[in-house]
């Protein structure tokens, strides 16, 4: 199993990005997937899963209606788009399939400052 991030940088508050995930190593539309994310001095927190076939998707209250999470599995792609971004979302970002596996990717950076 294989992630590989991309689309992180540095932004300014209020600005937008668009994370971009690579899956391989598993039958990547078989399973739920979520975007993490781990700020300096802090664990690694879930910030938003994909929906089920009986539920919508989870966004934590931190990104809620700033986030999209969205999918390709044509291309066994995962995406977030994060808007209006603000300085606490300074992290690095990891995608993962549900349940998690521990074979975690490099991560995007994302850093929102003026």
């Known amino acids: 199993v294989h992630f590989v991030e991309s689309g992180g940088g540095l932004v300014q508050p209020g600005g937008s990005l668009r994370l971009s995930c690579v899956a391989s190593?598993?039958?990547?539309?078989?399973?739920?997937m979520s975007w993490h994310r781990q700020a300096p001095w802090k664990e690694r927190e879930l910030v938003t899963r994909?929906?089920?076939?009986?539920?919508?998707?989870y966004y934590a209250d931190s990104v809620k209606c700033r986030c999209t999470i969205s999918r390709d599995n044509a291309k066994n792609t995962l995406y977030l788009q994060m808007n209006s971004l603000k300085s606490e979302d300074t992290a690095v970002y990891y995608c993962?399939?549900?349940?998690?596996?521990?074979?975690w990717g490099q991560g995007t950076q994302v850093t929102v400052s003026s």
């Open positions: 994909t929906s089920s076939p009986r539920s919508s998707p």
């Open positions: 190593g598993f039958t990547f539309s078989s399973y739920l």
């Open positions: 993962n399939r549900v349940p998690l596996v521990g074979s």
